[in-house]
């Protein structure tokens, strides 16, 4: 027991921060990040305008713009490109459903897979079929866009739950 | 249009230094103008243009000269006692032309016992915009012969009045009651023609006052790290529609205090109905922030300026999020929420094995000065991720768990076991 009490030498301090629950596409097609907690959302700055599909895991992401389709990593920057085209995103692949292709992303570089559908399935919802945007948010959370507003879709075991988020310009950060 | 009858005689050749007014402007008259018929006893005014500073002169019974400017423009003004057809010399700087008119008994079109003269308006006062003002006019023959009505026409209701043509015997009335109905706000106005007699018909509309309304929440109690939901109610239903806004505004500085639209959001209220519509929604949803205070929602609405207090009370720190990694050899305690006191304070952790037995005493952290940095700087209300790092000296994948507890100015609030993966 002696020995497990000198584990700890000291606690550091290290960091407070605002939360950032992840980035989302507004109805302005701007990418933006979502600052704050469930049911406390802060929409910040655009980050990224003209954006057609967005998806993001928090440790990288997806976006496609008139440019193509982009890998970002977890700060936000472009580490990979394809042409554009209709496609469906998960944490690592993305689907061009006109080719039916996959590219992987390895961490270095795309990577060609067979195509696994299951892997871009969105979350179910009652009103999904209405839906006009389902896209990630992080690993926990979903931006839908329903009937004229956006809603934050939390999908952590246990804890699911939706909120509204505010969308209004005038406050955007 | 009460000159639309006139006719001009240019069979003269006249220099043409008298003008008459017409529908299209001041027209030269000829040898002699026809002013048009009136009933007796009801004056029939006619504007003229003559040369400046010029000398006016009119003989003849019923016909007088006013308004005289000295730009030259001056009315002629025919009131006959009695019907029959009349005619007087009109001279103006020494030209001189005829001016006729006709005195014809008509119906006496009356409001409130006064009779009106043709191009009268007849006000119908204010009104809300959709409902509809009323006015009854009195058609009557104070002559002493029948007279026929035979034509009425109006962009206005006819709510009640005899069936056309018909007679009146002398010394007799109808009840005419019209009705007027403002689309929008501002003035309303329509015309109201009697055998060719007009006359225009105001009303003012105004915006509808709705029925007292209240704001109502689906929150029993509400506080900090809320989504409610609000919905405005009136006491009974609309009878015309409208609408509003509603304005949050807030004693503290976050700006996660907000409707789902901002701090402003505009509301509609159809007729027949008693609740707003945010859009086709017919609730709103006010997010009540990480900041304790007063959040006051003001409702604006014709009829209806109120507000509705909210108070946040100052409650414990509120933990969204918390999770505990091994990080190399240190030990990483993420901890996401919200302190709407601003006023955390100490941290308690206490780590135990994989069988659940203390590891050393508890580590009580008191990082005052980056808490009240941190609130003082974010400007994100009392949102906040805590990451604290515990280096490790041993062998870190001896820790199974640990507890954690936050304090602030209110209260303690424990976190729970966080298992290290």
């Known amino acids: 027991m002696k020995y497990l009490l000198s584990l700890f030498t000291f606690a550091l301090f290290a960091q407070i921060e605002t939360p950032r629950i992840g980035f989302w596409r507004d109805a302005q097609s701007r990418v933006r990040p979502l600052h704050g907690v469930a049911g406390n959302f802060i929409p910040g700055a655009a980050v990224r305008e003209g954006v057609v599909a967005f998806a993001w895991y928090g440790d990288g992401g997806w976006l496609r713009s008139a440019d193509g389709i982009e890998r970002l990593d977890a700060s936000g920057a472009t580490v990979a490109r394809l042409p554009d085209g209709e496609a469906r995103f998960s944490a690592s692949g993305v689907w061009l459903t006109n080719l039916n292709v996959v590219y992987r992303w390895d961490g270095r570089s795309l990577k060609n897979e067979p195509v696994d559908s299951a892997e871009f399935a969105v979350p179910h919802l009652q009103a999904e079929a209405e839906a006009d945007q389902i896209e990630p948010i992080s690993q926990d959370w979903w931006h839908v866009r329903l009937r004229g507003r956006s809603y934050a879709l939390r999908t952590t075991p246990g804890r699911e739950a939706r909120f509204e988020i505010p969308e209004a310009e005038d406050e955007a950060r | ?421």
């Open chain 2, 1 to 421: 249009m009460k000159l639309a009858s006139l006719l001009l005689c240019a069979a003269s050749a006249l220099v043409a230094q008298i003008q008459v007014e017409t529908p299209t402007g001041f027209q030269p008259v000829g040898a002699s103008v026809t002013l048009g018929v009136t009933n007796p006893g009801d004056p029939l005014d006619t504007r003229f243009r003559g040369p400046a500073q010029a000398n006016i002169q009119i003989g003849g019974a019923a016909f007088s000269a006013r308004d005289i400017l000295s730009n030259g423009d001056f009315t002629v003004r025919f009131l006959p006692a009695a019907e029959g057809s009349y005619s007087a010399s009109l001279t103006v700087a020494g030209v001189t032309v005829i001016v006729r008119a006709t005195a014809q008994a008509t119906v006496v079109v009356s409001q409130a016992g006064f009779a009106l003269s043709r191009g009268s308006v007849i006000d119908f006062g204010v009104v809300e915009v959709g409902a509809t003002a009323q006015q009854t006019l009195l058609l009557e023959n104070r002559s002493t012969r029948t007279l026929t009505v035979s034509k009425i026409e109006t962009g206005a209701t006819i709510l009640a009045g005899p069936a056309l043509p018909f007679n009146l015997a002398p010394g007799t009335s109808v009840p005419l009651r019209l009705g007027l109905t403002p689309a929008s706000v501002g003035f309303l106005e329509l015309p109201l023609s009697i055998d060719g007699r007009e006359f225009t018909l105001r009303a003012s509309g105004t915006i509808p006052r709705l029925p007292p309304a209240r704001i109502m929440t689906d929150a029993v109690a509400v506080l900090s790290g809320q989504q409610v939901r609000l919905r405005i109610e009136f006491a009974e239903d609309a009878r015309t529609a409208s609408g509003g806004t509603l304005e949050l505004t807030f004693s503290g500085d976050d700006p996660a205090v907000r409707l789902g639209t901002g701090r402003v959001a505009t509301f509609s209220l159809a007729a027949g109905s008693r609740v707003a519509k945010f859009g086709a929604a017919e609730d709103i949803m006010m997010q009540t922030g990480t900041t304790a205070g007063v959040i006051r929602i003001r409702v604006q609405a014709p009829g209806n300026d109120f507000v509705r207090e909210f108070r946040i009370e100052s409650q414990p720190v509120v933990v969204d999020d918390a999770k505990a990694t091994r990080e190399g050899s240190t030990i990483v305690v993420a901890i996401t929420g919200f302190d709407n006191s601003r006023g955390a304070a100490s941290m308690n952790f206490r780590f135990a094995d994989k069988a659940g037995n203390p590891l050393g005493s508890v580590f009580t952290v008191t990082p005052d000065n980056e808490w009240k940095s941190y609130f003082q700087t974010s400007g994100m209300g009392g949102v906040f991720r805590l990451r604290a790092v515990f280096p490790v000296a041993g062998d870190s994948s001896l820790v199974g768990s640990v507890t954690a507890e936050i304090a602030n100015t209110v209260g303690r609030t424990e976190i729970g076991k966080l298992t290290l993966p």
